[in-house]
């Protein structure tokens, strides 16, 4: 089977950093990207790892560990607007397969 | 430049009906992508094409849901003999190829069936 999971929702308070982690289990692998998606709109590109390490653009940073299954979204000096559900997808031959999300709610 | 479009953007219809969802990807996008979502979850990938060839329908959940992009631009998601569980937002999204890893989602279809 193919899962990948998500905490279902993280809070946090403007200016602070929050990491959302994502571990998969899927039958092939060629990347984990990131995706953002604000209550009534659609999934919007963020980051992709394709190998081990940190990719870093601009306050948002995604990590990736191939050997661990594991993955990570950083956020940083958080602000109102990044109150959003994200999803980890992982690349699987050419289809992506998503997470269940995380809401992330920033407080003022 | 303009993005994904999709139409129509809500849909509400009799079980048992035939129902017609469009998708008109980012100009000059090879690769189109559908997509069911429900409320509080992740994308399901359903199919994807590369130009005019269905290159992947394993998401598809029956012979009931069908999909073409007859000249590599536009796509039509058809749903035969509608039922109440296929309720959903159908999102499509395009890329520029199957090598680029962003995928551009258009705003979706809100498919109600009653």
């Known amino acids: 089977g193919q899962s990948l999971e998500q905490p279902s929702e993280v809070t946090a308070v403007e200016g602070a950093i929050v990491q959302i982690n994502c571990t998969y289990q899927?039958?092939?692998?060629?990347?984990l990207s990131w995706y953002q998606q604000h209550d009534g709109g659609a999934p919007t590109f963020l980051s992709y790892?394709?190998?081990?390490g940190l990719e870093e653009t601009g306050r948002f940073s995604s990590f990736l560990s191939r050997s661990d299954s594991y993955g990570y979204l950083l956020l940083q000096e958080l602000q109102m607007k990044d109150s959003a559900s994200y999803f980890c997808?992982?690349?699987?031959?050419?289809?992506?397969?998503f997470g269940t999300g995380t809401r992330l709610q920033v407080f003022p | 430049g303009a993005g994904v479009s999709q139409s129509p953007r809500y849909k509400v219809t009799k079980r048992g009906q035939d129902v017609a969802l469009r998708c008109d990807p980012i100009?000059?996008?090879?690769?189109l992508y559908w997509y069911r979502q429900a409320l509080g979850q992740g994308p399901e990938f359903l199919t994807y094409?590369?130009?005019?060839?269905?290159?992947?329908k394993s998401g598809l959940p029956n012979d009931r849901f069908s999909a073409e992009r007859p000249e590599g631009s536009i796509s039509t998601l058809t749903i035969q003999r509608t039922e109440q569980r296929d309720s959903a937002m159908y999102r499509c999204?395009?890329?520029?190829?199957?090598?680029?890893?962003?995928?551009?989602f258009g705003p979706g279809t809100r498919l109600t069936v009653l």
């Open positions: 997808a992982v690349h699987n031959t050419d289809k992506l397969i």
């Open positions: 790892n394709a190998l081990d």
């Open positions: 094409f590369n130009y005019e060839a269905q290159q992947d």
């Open positions: 100009s000059g996008h090879v690769s």
């Open positions: 899927t039958s092939g692998f060629y990347g």
């Open positions: 999204a395009s890329s520029p190829s199957t090598a680029t890893n962003e995928q551009f």
